[in-house]
């Protein structure tokens, strides 16, 4: 790539840099790489075009700043040459006489102001010549430099296929140095970076967008300006060349394909497509004028890169009004001068592409986003790549990472807010059981001790309940009082029993169980009333678990009277076993009144109970938990109690482990 071969054309600033894959996207050689989610630039791969530094947003892609060199050459002694591109009209649109800007330029100090219009009127007649050769091989042009770069690293089998003519710049530059003397300096100014690159004729090139820098830092503006003209010599109607088709109209040719054996194609998209075509033979009938991007005019040295036809419209303006005065007599003279210099070059092809890499490394690439079949290839373009097999390509070669899969990493993102959520529903489960352990646990203490404490003076209540009883006469009415005070005090036996229950850690014997018919047997030792269906539904491919049995079916006809207790009017219990994971789950639910919320996280709670005085002691919920926990299992409930959010109703879901051992 010229004089900057060895550098950094173009390159990211990391810290602008946000992970939108839109310069993957517009680069047409994919010479963007993402490491860990930055897009740098790989300048062995660039072509110059920068396409990555005008859709950028956030500048995080930006090019060489040549202007340092370019003020010592201003400062020192040498004579110093703008050559301006034609395409400055568009640029300058603001400066309405030409002259003044020509007279800017003279202010920052160059000795001579030369168009490179002039450059493009020789390059055009060599190319009309070799137009009208209809022996000579059809050509690629060579005036863009990103297109030159193309062929060279990405298609070398058609390096003889570029035209050996050299751009309107070069030209230019080999022009005013047989007029000016060789020891003169050259600086380009233009709206294209590939040209900082292009040739080591020219010994510097910045962009307008440089040049309106170099403007403000010298503090040089419309103002105070002295109108000049261009140094000869002045350009013809080549001017024009900077549009897209300008050159073409520059030598009175037409691109009807009818007419003309000449495509002309412009843009990232279009001019690759017309070099594929023209390498497979599709289009070899015809020769090739291509611009990397839409018209010079659109380049990425410019400081907008909108209003295409306003631009066009300023370089047609600027090119009619400079033919109305033009002094074609002067402008023969000149081109007599030099229509016998050289204005061939050379190409050397310099492959870069990567090889190819095996079908079974894309495939495990494809698989591992997601891409299993061809029904899974989007290929929706937000890795910035056109194809799926594109982006798994890249990947296999570095220049790209998996997460630029939009689709899977969305994907991705969803399974692990899911896996997020489960974790933190088990962690809320592990925390709220861990609360209910603990206060099982001091309850279970207190519970002990009072439970040791009443057995005692209880037994000695019943036990001279019934002595009196039995001394007493039976029509004597202390009769009824003593009865009284034993059937109390067998409520209250029947309450330390409880106790004890809840806060002794009882060993549980395992015996293998049918779990269909255990729950069956469950059904048929409580009251079921006749206003209620029971629904026993099992999915059970293996029925036998180990379970202690006699605890066990305290679990379930605990649940279930409370489920019927529960459904006063009538309703449907349901019980369904299922399996899980090695597990067995039960799931008891009613369609009762349900629990209210605030009641929610109190149910384990010893001695808590929404029955009447004398209906419940509140130890058989906490009772049940305790047996579950001694199974190595879980409980949870669902429950709703507001006829407003939905139908009310409880569901208990108990899972336990089917072996003993896990």
Known sequence: MGNLIN?????????????????????????????????????????????????????????????????DYLKGENITVACVAPSFPAEFSEIEDYKVFIGMLRKLGFTYVVEVGFGADVVAKEYKKTLEDKDAAKFISSDCPAIAYYVRHYHPELINSLAPIVSPMVAMVRIVKKKYGENIKTVFIGPCIAKKAESTEVDQVITFMELRKMFIESQISQENIIPTDFD?????????????????????????????????????????????????????????????????????????????FTKTTNIRDYVRTKLQNFDTAEWRKEYELVKDMDFTQTFIPADRRIPMPSAEKIKKVLESIGKFTLQDHLNCGACGYDTCDEHAIAIVEG??????????????????????????????????????TEKLATMGQLSAGIAHELNNPLGIITMYSNILKDEAPEDSPINKDLDLIVEQAERCKKIVGGLLNFAR??????????????TQHSLESIIVPDNVKIELKSTLTNPFAFIDNDQWMQVLTNIEKNAIEAMPNGGVLKIELNQSNGDVEFCIGDNGCGISNEDMDKIFTPFFTTKPIGKGTGLGLPLIYGIVKMHNGQINVDSNADLAIGPTGTTFKIKIPRNKNQ
């Open 232 to 308: 000869p010599p002045i350009a013809g109607k080549a001017a024009i060349f900077p549009v897209t088709r300008g050159k073409l109209h520059s030598i009175n040719k037409s691109d009807d394909i009818c007419d003309e054996n000449i495509i002309v194609a412009s843009g990232r998209i279009h001019f690759r497509e017309a070099i594929k075509e023209f390498e497979e033979g599709l289009n070899k009938s015809q020769h090739l004028e291509l611009l990397c991007c839409e018209g010079c005019i659109m380049g990425p040295g410019m400081t907008s890169n909108s209003k295409l």
């Open 7 to 71: 550098n950094e054309l173009v390159y990211t600033v990391k810290d602008r840099c946000r992970v939108c894959y839109t310069c993957v996207r517009e680069c047409p050689v994919k010479a963007i790489k993402i490491v860990n989610g930055q897009a740098e630039v790989i300048s062995t791969r660039c072509i110059g075009c920068g396409n990555c530094t005008k859709v950028c947003s956030q500048k995080a892609k930006t090019f060489i700043d040549t202007t340092a060199p370019v003020y």
């Open 505 to 518: 850690k009882n060993q549980v014997d395992l015996v293998e169980t049918d779990i269909f018919k255990f």
């Open 399 to 436: 220049l790209a990472e998996t997460e630029m899969c939009l689709p899977f990493t969305i994907e991705k993102l969803h399974n692990s807010v899911k896996d997020l959520n489960l974790s933190n529903e088990k962690l809320a489960s592990a925390q709220q059981s861990l609360k209910q």
